[in-house]
């Protein structure tokens, strides 16, 4: 259910964790929230407490071995635990596919339905942010019984073709969910909620106008970090179109409703693929890493994650290579998009989309964390 309200409010300082969703608990080894490389354990509580870990995925299936990772030696190996999300179980189904999973704890929302919340969305129109509870994060989720909670029309903001791309990011100095979306393709909007299911809408939050040459500003990722010499609590990594060709691109932003945009590329596809998109920030042993789903140049059908390292500014990438084939799913899967984590204990759930493009499931896999 969602209602209006337009006024201003200054974000609290977290990738998710104050925005965030940052983690009420800090992981082995991982920066702590006040820390400004944190590591959100989107992982949780604030913020997924995404702090980020990065993962590494291994998984044989009939005695065939998914390709090795390309990655630095020391990052969590992930196996994959179950399908946590299938759209042929949905009441709520237009397009029979689900994707962009953002998992939050809710111990800060008022009368949660369970332990954790994941946001998700189809693909394609009319889209709508969606909701599934669950007092594990291993399952089972439920599906809320009034989906979508955010519709593609919203009087008398909005009317669009369809809406998507949720990211979820508790803001603790404001007690307050922050929800970002994107609809129609150039515009990433945000509306906020108290209990995570009942949303005011707030604003605008970027469009493709404030990027160089692109025509799309969506699939947006928050995260809270400052830049060296500036003055800012979150960055936004979200996906452009730049003359048919997908790249992630950077802002910032000190109190989570205004930013401002770095108008040039921060990483564009690698080589041997063509698109990249979804990235996630990931702080690990004193370097920091982007996770982001890429498709292959000679075939877009088919997309794994890769992982790329980047400078404390935010201004160099580095790629590294393939972080979770696609195949670690299972060796027929196709594709592996979207990645979200979020610790719990001495484990790193990641969850990511999975299966043909436009015709996909939520899956889980887990790293045991010594």
Known sequence: MTTS????????????????????????????KDVDVTIPL????GMRLRY????VMTFIVAGIAAAEPNVPAGLPVFKHHSIVLDYKDLKYNPCNDVIIPSVIRTEHLDKPLGRYYLYYAPHNAPGGICLAYADRLEGPW?????????????????????VSGPEAVWVEEEHELFLYYHGENNVTRLASSVDGVHFQYERVAITAAMFDRS?????ARVFRYTLPGRDNRWIMLLMGNCQGTRNIYLAWSKDGRTWEPRREPLLTPPPGTSQV??????????????????HEARDKTYASLHISEVDPAFEHTRHLGVFCDRRSFSPDNVAQMSPCFIAEGNRLYLFTNVGPRLNQKIALAIAEIP
């Open 5 to 32: 309200r337009n006024r201003s409010i200054g974000i609290v300082d977290g990738s998710h964790a104050g925005m965030v969703r940052a983690a009420a608990g800090e992981f082995k080894g991982l920066p702590g």
């Open 42 to 45: 989107r992982y949780d509580a």
């Open 52 to 55: 980020r870990l990065p993962c």
């Open 142 to 162: 439920k599906e809320y019984e009034a989906n979508p909670i955010i519709r593609k029309d919203w009087p008398p903001h909005y009317s669009v073709s369809h």
């Open 215 to 219: 025509i799309e500003a969506s699939y």
């Open 277 to 294: 998109a979804q990235a996630w920030y990931l702080p690990w042993q004193g370097k920091q890493y982007l996770i982001y789903h890429a």
